[in-house]
């Protein structure tokens, strides 16, 4: 089990005790979001357990989106409550949602272009700071410069776990798209997460780039014991990676149930399906 210091010298967050294995990784407690006269979210309940990968589909305009930005932090719910890990953090921000293991990638690429991958990936890891101060800093003590080294170990794990040890002195604003969405996956998961949002993470990737991302899901979920939520209109990858599906219809919670009783499920066929 990693301790603290491992924790602070690595960016890894300290492992669970197990004493509270009951607790959801994540879940919602009737979330509402109202938009002025428009409800986007409507008393929207689940839970998503440690290690599992649930899926999040629905038409455009279905909330999807909204209900990312409330669990994240980066909206307040009208209504509501957001717990992580068994604690309500309905009220704390983004920031300190990721300092407790809340982890987000979005629909349009957010890395930031002037810094190499690698220093992209680096970048989750900073805010853990080394000790000691600006005076730490100015005269380069061992213990900080250990800290680096443990932190750029960790980063260039997570670079060839991701498929991006060859670029990872590159620029990320000179790569395609599908290789500045696999940095923001790197990006999300160097600091070990306990929930990770994934919104639409296989738009613009190749095949070969999809199949690595679903591969990296299942081992985030298995070794780290990490929930991941999935966001994704490419319904096939929904279904072999999820082991649950929650469908989203006008903001209310349409279907809940397993990859084959949502294919099943009717109402979900004509609403999302196009099936009459």
Known sequence: MATVQTAIQTGRAPASSGSDAGVSAMALQGVTVRFGGITALDDVSFEVGRGEVLGLIGPNGAGKTTLFDVVSGVRTPDDGRVMLDGADVTNLSAVARARRGMRRTFQRVQTFGWLTVEDNVLTALEWRGGGG????????????????????????????????????????????????????????????????????????????????????????????????????????????????????????????????????????????????
């Open 133 to 276: 101060g600006i005076l730490a800093d100015l005269v380069s003590f061992p213990t900080r410069r250990r800290h680096e080294r443990a932190r750029r170990v960790r980063v260039a794990e997570v670079l060839e776990l991701c498929g991006l040890s060859t670029v990872a002195k590159d620029p990320a604003g000179a790569l395609p798209i599908g290789l500045a969405r696999m940095v923001e996956v790197a990006r999300a998961i160097v600091d070990e997460p306990k929930v990770l949002l994934l919104d639409e993470p296989t738009s613009g990737l190749e095949v070969g780039e999809a199949d690595r991302l679903g591969d990296l899901i299942q081992a985030i979920r298995k070794d780290e014991a990490c929930a991941v939520v999935l966001v994704e209109h490419d319904v096939g990858f929904v279904m072999r990676q999820c082991d649950r599906i929650v469908v989203l219809d006008l903001g209310r919670v349409l279907a809940a149930g397993t990859p084959p009783e949502i294919q099943a499920n009717a109402e979900v066929r004509t609403a999302y399906l196009g099936e009459g």
